[in-house]
């Protein structure tokens, strides 16, 4: 019988649980709490509070602190989780005016990740940023008005997505990456050329395989030294400002405190109940590891839609129900100058890392029949499992319904299609939409040929 | 052994049997007859030629006559198939300049279809046209500047794009459905008044429910007489040219003389390889009948994407290979004036008439995150059968990402997806895309709790 539950952590992950938990039970008692003075906001949206698609920072919060307790939530802001006694099953906390400990008999650890700085020279200056939290955006708005260039330090998607942001607000911007190309962790190298190329066309700098090494200046940036990884060669480019954006790690100190294991990821460990190693102890969102969809391998993601699709099993699994987490695709998506770049399950790289061996059936098309004025190019890739003959993956890229086209992909994925099962997808059609066959179907049967035995 | 096979009809479904055959075999003899002086067109692109959308009237052809000989293959355009002697296997055929026999060992039917009228007077006067070839759409082309008032009689696909060209260029358009609703054979009547106020909003006139009796004037139209079927009052419309949208029937007869079976449809009964009832007899597209995916019930359906992926079958098989159609899910698709509306699978009215109960989960949904300026209204419907809780069909109305987010629904149909897996669907989210629960899975998720026992 669970009379209690906490949570720590209040952003995607922590507040869907409460939430689940609620829904699925009037009367167990919650208890959340979250270091930041805020309730769940939406961190994916803060890049946009620079551009001005998203108008205020206060249009983030997605549950304000006020509505927690119509819900009989007894939401803890701005109060960290200190210590916790699995034995005796208590909390110890301290806020700004108070401090004490809470019982529980389910806790679910929604602690999220944090930014991972990279091994460099001066990143303690003012004027460095990371763009994790509304107090991050809060100060970097000011340098949009201030900054004539800025450097961010990585190519994935939150330095993408700012560099966007800051460069249609008209600020220089420069893109320094380490690996040889952007958004690696997402797209395959050729996918994440076009990008580059259209992002540049946008007037925005990428320095690919290059290391950031140093950032230059006194108390705060004049420029940061950068090398290029094949030539060894060094130089400086000029910055007022840097956003640090190399990535983040989870958090687990709390919870390896108390014996939760943590995985080969570095997130914590849970089964498809999302439940870690101690009973009742679950973790979802970015602190958490679970599996990945199609090869089952340890898997931890840092995406909004994993982060409240665990939460809600977590929540009702600690709530006393029996909730199962399907494992993550990793459906991911962006939009930047107009191209959309779409990715999910596995790419070349994490097939390679899985050890899958996979079969690829790659087209160039259009969005709409070559009659009607207006269509797009649209690059689609998918894998398919050589042995399985299952699909595995899908790439889009394109300035017209890529992130829509990745949906079915995905569908596909967890629904088991195979390349003949794919080839057979009846996709509407109509002038003003799409063709008769589309790319999708076409990269489909691509694939099928080559899956030949 | 197959050394000839003979097709009729040279549109979607006729030119890609002829490619397919062709592609399966480098040896087989192909004729394709045609009785239009033009080999493949777009028919579905004809009323964009009106709005401009497509350029021009040429653009629509797909396969220019002279692309045949270049595949070895004899088309035979402006000729009709005068009759077949399938004892002997032998179309007879007449054009402008010859006339002859022609032998076959498999024979295509891809005869289509052609525009059903309605039960009304004066449909032979000038300026009274169709909308299903290209002779029609250049006809059409005048009165763009010609006509003040245009009279549309139904409200179906065509009529409805038709009536959109028209308004877009100025004239001043009503569109007469005998039904309650417009586009009755694609969505249940709650998305069809969305679709009526959008296009209401836009300058469209649409009469419902409203029966169209006689063209009025004489050599040509002064109006049309049109009856509310509920107040039986009877009124004149302005028109100075109408046209006739109300539905079309499959073209039958020369595969009616050779003893091919007709199906309850009124097209020719095809089984899964798309032959007939004759033994290497084909038929596939618009005069073909196949069956119903969900319920395998006998079905007819005017969609491009139907035709050709029959004709593929079609194609392949009757070249000697071994090809299967899956059945035909329906996915339908249009844009009116901005708005995209999207069916795909059994409506509410299918599902009624092949006797399946449905369970619906039906959401009005945002397509962006709330806090994301920009994001527009979508409204989406599925539909999971009672029995089985597997994925039956899916409707959506909305200015942005509707006929998309359709092929998700489609590709789920297809691979027999449940209401607790579609309520699992790993779409992908960002900001400028979409939120971390798009509306598809919020309506699996409201169909999912109304499926509970």
Known sequence: MVDHIVVVGCNAAGATAAMQARKFSRKVGITIFNEEPYSQYSRCGLPYTISGKVRALEDLVLTPPESWSGMSIDARLGTTVTDIDHSSRTVKYRGKSDSGATPYDSLIFATGAKNSDPPMRGLNKRRVYGLRTLEDARALADEVTKSKNLVIIGGGLVGMEAAEA???RGVHVTVVEFLPNVLLAMVD?????????????HGLEILTNTAAQEILGESSPRGVRVADRSSR????IAADAVIVATGVRPVTELAQKIGVEIGVTRGIKTNDHMMTNLNDVYACGDCAENFDFVTHEPMTMGLGTIAVRQARVAGIN??????RFPGIVGAKVTKLFGLEIASTGLSEDLAKRFEVEVVKGSVKGITKPPYYVGGKDLKVKLFFDKQTRKLVGGQLVGTEDAAM???VITMGIQSGVDAAGFFQFENCYAPAICDTWDPLVTAADAAK???KP
């Open 166 to 168: 800051f460069c249609e």
């Open 189 to 201: 190298p050729d996918m994440a050329e076009i990008v580059e190329t259209h992002c540049r066309e």
């Open 233 to 236: 060669e060094s130089r400086d």
């Open 318 to 323: 600690a709530a006393g129900g029996d909730e």
């Open 405 to 407: 086209r990745l949906n």
């Open 449 to 451: 040929k080559r899956l």
